[in-house]
């Protein structure tokens, strides 16, 4: 996502974790992304532009389905249920952002969607608009956490973003199903030591984020966590080049930076904070479990599947989210460690599990890996010639409409050994199960 940095008042919600400074934060370093690039393993098959869109009436991006508490995906009443980010179709695709609703759909099949409408009604909801989250059914109480992106009533938009949650009845009968009673609840906000705040992003650097809230319980130990994508703390002044950003000892004597001073605002993070009631109303922030310090910038959507011994860390960005010394995909990268908050090492060395064909390499965007190893993404674009379409600014809205996939994507199948990745084949479109 590309956003301008706007002033806005934040409140700072913070307290240090106890074991908060023994915790060893991991980094993509420089130089395991300068091994990133496509192989048959990790390139998608080229998607025809031509199935049928799920909903004709809507752009349909960012989506995630309804799990257990467990990481499972659920099955309510008979159906399963997938949230995603929607916005009117008549809409020009670069504006959807900034009308983004969480809509749901539910299928008995887990692959044929039936739309079920608006999450929550949007008024009761935080946030000027609602950006991507998780959803976790317990005791038959729905807990849909969502990113609050700007504020209620704001003239312009602007790009504050918070973490919330929603928790609402779940209504199933025989025609479907529905959510109601709705309460919602800030849950984190950053607060500058762990996680960059706005007002330090805009002391000098690109953007900044704070979205995603992604609920893990940790299989391991039984406790609860939300994962998301934020950005190192401090302002540019504040930060110092640390060599093990760049790497092994040994790639450090050979590699010199091409920007070093535009490469030090590249400070994207995976974090993650500790639940401390049984609401999930209340979170305490721990130091990222994850950093691309010089590296990139935006670490969408971060999320775990747990296999064995193993905790398999996933998350999404953008080719113009690297660094200047960096060139990689758009794609789907991940990480493996044997702890939860340390010791991740990138999958296939570089981190790259999934990029779309070279020369379509924006087709899908937005990857989800599932328990069961299915990866969902959303069809972005087709056909725009090479061209990096971010923003779209650069062409005219007709060929913006006839180009937008705003559907999901044909699912893929992962395979996980150890610490390598394989895409096995490709699926039908929005298939979960
Ligand atoms: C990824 C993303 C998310 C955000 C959403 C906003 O596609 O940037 O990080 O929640 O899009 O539309």
Do not use: C
Request: charged share 25%; proline share 5%.
């Amino acid at each position: 996502l590309l956003t301008t940095a706007i002033v806005s008042t934040l409140s700072f919600v913070f307290a240090p974790a106890a074991s908060a400074e023994t915790a060893g934060t991991s980094n993509w370093t420089i130089e395991d992304a300068s091994k990133i690039e496509r192989t048959d393993d990790t390139t998608a098959p080229y998607i025809e532009p031509d199935f049928e869109k799920m909903a004709p009436e809507l752009h349909v991006w960012d989506t995630w389905p309804l799990r257990e508490k467990d990481g499972s995906i659920a099955k309510v009443n008979g159906y399963y249920v997938i949230f995603s980010l929607t916005a009117d179709s008549d809409l020009l695709p670069g504006k959807r952002h900034d009308v983004a609703t969480i809509r749901y759909f539910y299928s008995k099949d887990g692959k044929n969607w039936e739309l079920g409408g608006k999450a929550f009604d949007t008024e009761q909801a935080y946030g000027s608009r609602q950006w991507a989250g998780s959803a976790m059914i317990e005791d038959g109480k729905l807990n849909l956490f969502y990113t609050a992106t700007g504020r209620k009533g704001e003239e312009n938009v602007t790009y504050e973003q918070r973490l919330a949650l929603a928790t609402g009845d779940v209504e199933a009968n025989g025609k479907g199903i529905s959510f109601a009673n709705f309460d919602h609840s800030i849950i984190l906000e950053p607060e500058g030591k762990y996680y960059q705040t706005e007002e330090q992003a805009e002391a000098g650097d690109i953007g900044y984020t704070f979205r995603d809230p992604w609920f893990f319980e940790d299989p391991k130990t039984g406790k609860e966590y939300i994962l998301f994508e934020g950005n190192s703390a401090g302002t540019p002044a504040e930060r110092t080049l640390d060599p093990a950003y760049i790497g092994s000892e040994d790639f450090q004597s050979s590699f010199d930076f091409v920007n070093q001073d535009f490469a030090k605002r590249f400070n994207g993070a995976i974090g993650i904070a500790e639940a401390t009631n049984d609401s999930y109303t209340e979170f305490e922030a721990m130091p990222p479990i994850l950093e691309a310090n010089y590296v990139n910038q935006e670490l969408e959507r971060p999320h775990i599947v747990t296999k064995g011994n193993q905790y398999y860390l996933f998350t999404n960005t953008h080719e113009h989210k690297f660094g200047p010394d960096l060139t990689a995909p758009d794609g789907l990268y991940g990480f493996s460690s044997d702890q939860l908050t340390s010791g991740y090492e990138p999958l296939n060395e570089s981190g790259l599990v999934l990029a779309n064909p070279e020369d379509h390499a924006y087709q899908a965007y937005s990857w989800m890996v599932l328990p069961n190893g299915k990866v969902i993404s959303f069809y972005n674009f087709h056909d725009l010639d090479g061209k990096n379409i971010a923003d779209l600014g650069g062409t005219s809205p007709e060929y913006q409409m006839a180009h937008f996939g705003g559907t999901l994507a044909p699912t893929l199948k992962l395979a996980i050994q150890n610490d390598r990745t394989k895409i096995v084949n490709e699926q039908a479109p929005g298939k979960i199960k």
